[in-house]
């Protein structure tokens, strides 16, 4: 678990500064750090010029239960967009949930994946 929460927290700070090109106004929770989105804590929010055009989930293959899957509903009808950001290994599993939950057409899927190539 501990190695979830550094991966989960590498990728929220590697997606705030690859997304600084497309939102001048990216918010993050990480740790202390609490901004609020019409009382929800999403892993970013994403901005321009003082307009929320995004919510971020970043998740991890612990991460992606029912249970979430039901705090994504709740995020994908904040009248913003919702995108979750999952390890490639898991998108299935995310998108079958998705559809379970009957979100699947309110929900951005992006993936990640971590590769170490040894000698």
Partial sequence: MQNEKLIHDWMVSFLKDKLSRDYTDIKINL???RNEFKGHHPDLILGNHGIVLAVMEVETEGS???EKA???KKLS???TKLILMVPKASKAK???LLWKK???DKVSVGSYELSVSMP
């Fill in 31 to 33: 740790a202390e750090t």
């Fill in 64 to 66: 992606i239960t029912p």
């Fill in 70 to 72: 039901d705090e994504w």
């Fill in 77 to 79: 009808g904040l009248g």
């Fill in 94 to 96: 995310v998108v079958d």
């Fill in 102 to 104: 009957g979100m699947a």
